[in-house]
């Protein structure tokens, strides 16, 4: 069981993707991700597994969800940075969280 603790110790952010690419290097299809979190937090990068319903080009310009503060993975020799939150219908299908306004880079989630 989880506690409210650990719950809040996670810091969950909205960011706006800048860039995203392919990466067929990556053992399970994915997505390269480069990330805008405002100021506090600055740009990051995470790979995320979004093929089934995304491309590239859906992605830049669209706010995610994303957990900042887990650390750096190597995936395929490049460094995901942040962890990009959605639903998982399936062990390969992930839907991204969406926002149902626009809200500044960076904010928290709470």
């Known amino acids: 069981m ?7 110790a996670i810091d ?31 740009t990051r990068r995470s790979s995320a597994q979004l093929t089934v319903h ?23 020799g490049f460094t995901s940075e942040v962890l990009v939150l959605g639903a998982m219908p399936t062990q390969t299908e992930v839907v991204l969280l969406s926002l149902h306004q626009p809200v500044a880079n960076g904010t928290r989630i709470g």
């Open 2 to 8: 989880a506690t409210a603790e650990g719950f809040f």
């Open 54 to 76: 995304y491309t590239p080009e859906q992605l830049v310009g669209r706010q995610i969800v994303a957990a900042v503060n887990l650390g750096p993975r190597r995936i395929a």
């Open 12 to 42: 969950m952010r909205v960011g706006t993707v800048l860039e995203a690419e392919p990466f067929p290097e990556a053992r399970k299809p994915s997505i390269k991700l480069l990330i805008d979190f405002g100021a506090d937090v600055g």
